[in-house]
């Protein structure tokens, strides 16, 4: 079953600690100052926790963040009521409640107390980040647009994994597949969905182009300050072997294998012809749907030097060393047992 809270991230550092805290839609950063919580019953658990060192590092670095997390679910239950991601929209996420709390002594009695929940602001959840991109988007005929508040979180066990990627629902039922733009992946994001926009632009997708079809990009905020949050792709059904070339079991079919080279081949040529690179070649990257068919997925360009040489990352040269490798020296390797 999964768990109604969870911790997404933090830090105890020599004079505090520091827990992001997710229930529900609800963030929660909790800090504690160690100098604010001595001569408390709290503190003496707390900070002989934080003394179970190894080499001045702590053994299990989760287990300060966990004991944080427990000692104010009580009070955090109260202010985020609602403890599951399961059909909230997406805009919910965007704009998730934030309390910045803080856990202090009182003064008396050896008693803490936790500090902040008058005060809430309004921030992405799970590392969104979107942006204005209104420049970029200016140059194609037609973008079609979908707001955050008709995208529904479809399944909430991910949330716990970091991140709401995967499977969406929208307002008449049907289901996409939703990446988002995140911090530290903005260059990612930006460089797919500029891909993604020329392949839509052009036409591409085709038996002979079998590549991420971009359904519509996703918005938030007031026409003002419009951002983008994400794109919503349609949505491949896997295979029953697996969904993309790294599940264990689509490594038996042997026999499968070179029409599945063909047709990432034959997609790459298509791509290039229209001045497009895939730079990203990698085994995650290629999704086999329910016919057995292959299709090139992630624009993201974040290179794999196991597949391509950091030196040809995003070149053409570098889209064939990685299917050559892929398909000519990972796949067999993998079939044969070989570990990875
Ligand atoms: N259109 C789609 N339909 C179904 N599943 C998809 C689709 N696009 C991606 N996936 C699944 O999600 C996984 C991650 O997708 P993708 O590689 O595009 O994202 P990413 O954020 O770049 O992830 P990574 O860092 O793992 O490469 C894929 O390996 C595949 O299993
Ligand atoms: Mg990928």
């Not at 001045?56 to 009070?75: A, N, Q, S």
């Amino acid at each position: 079953m999964t768990e109604p809270h969870s911790v997404q991230g933090g830090c105890a550092e020599q004079d505090k600690t520091w827990v992001m805290i997710m229930r529900g839609y609800t963030q929660f950063n909790v800090t504690v100052h160690h100098d604010k919580i001595t001569n408390t019953t709290f503190g003496t658990s707390y900070l002989a926790l934080l003394d179970k060192c190894e080499d001045g590092r702590l053994i299990d670095h989760m287990e300060p963040l966990h004991f944080i997390c427990e000692y104010c679910m009580p009070f955090i239950e109260k202010l985020a009521p609602v403890n599951s991601l399961r059909g909230c929209s997406l805009e919910e996420l965007v704009r998730s409640p934030t309390y910045e709390l803080e856990i202090l002594g009182t003064g008396s009695d050896g008693a803490v107390e936790i500090i902040g929940s008058e005060t809430c602001t309004f921030t992405p959840a799970f590392s969104i980040f979107p942006s204005r991109l209104h420049e970029q988007l200016a140059s194609y005929t037609s973008v079609p647009d979908i707001q955050t508040r008709d995208v529904a979180v479809h399944v909430d066990d991910r949330a716990h994994s970091g991140t709401v990627q995967g499977t969406v629902r929208l307002e008449a039922g049907k289901l996409k597949f939703l990446k988002l733009r995140m911090y530290v992946r903005e260059r990612e994001f930006d460089r797919e969905l500029r891909i993604l926009l020329n392949i839509r632009e052009r036409g591409l997708v085709s038996a002979e182009c079998r590549v991420s079809r971009l359904h519509a990009i996703v918005l938030s905020g007031s026409a003002e300050e419009e951002c983008i949050v994400g794109v919503l792709l349609d949505l491949i059904s896997p295979s029953s072997f697996g969904i993309d070339l790294l599940s264990p079991q689509i490594w038996s079919p042997t026999t499968l294998h070179p029409k599945w080279q063909q047709q990432v081949g034959d997609t790459v040529e298509v791509l290039h012809a229209n001045g497009i690179i895939w730079g990203d070649v990698n085994a995650g990257n290629v999704i086999i749907d329910e016919t057995l068919d292959a299709w090139v997925i992630d624009f993201g360009g974040n290179n794999n030097p196991v597949f391509v040489d950091n030196d040809k990352a995003e070149t053409i040269e570098g889209d064939w060393q990685g299917i050559g490798r892929l398909f000519g020296e990972w796949l067999p390797a993998r079939t044969k047992g070989e570990p990875q």
